[in-house]
């Protein structure tokens, strides 16, 4: 296993929850990571990015200044703090490293999948 998600559960809406994603230092060195999600029925879709050394950051419009990326220089582990938590956050949550170091929002670049982590937001 190249990607490892953990963290999700079953929350109130306004809660909060911490995603971790532990990548190999194969998968992980000078790439970019980054969190995707699929809520039933609906397209995977872009939630955010950093690059390979946290120094750029790209967000999902509907998760800027609730979602926080963290990520060490270079480092093999992302977390991505979800604070103010909504119903429609409701999916199953993906990590992901791209095939480059700088941040993406592209699905197509990322190389790599972690096996998800399912988030649900109850109102």
């Known amino acids: 296993v190249q990607l490892q998600a953990s963290g999700g559960g079953l929350v109130q809406a306004g809660d909060s929850l911490r995603l971790s994603c532990a990548a190999s230092k194969r998968t992980a060195s000078n790439n970019a990571l980054g969190w995707f999600r699929q809520a039933p029925g609906k397209e995977r879709e872009f939630v955010v990015s950093v690059s390979w050394n946290g120094g750029d950051i790209v967000y999902a419009d509907s998760v800027k200044g609730r979602f926080t990326i963290s990520r060490r220089y270079a480092g093999n582990t992302v977390y991505l703090q979800m604070n103010s938590l909504k119903p429609e956050d409701t999916a199953v949550y993906y990590c992901?490293?791209?095939?480059?170091?700088?941040?993406?929002?592209?699905?197509?670049?990322?190389?790599?999948w972690g096996q998800g982590t399912k988030v649900t937001v109850s109102s």
């Open positions: 992901a490293a791209a095939a480059g170091s700088f941040a993406t929002v592209t699905r197509a670049r990322y190389r790599y």
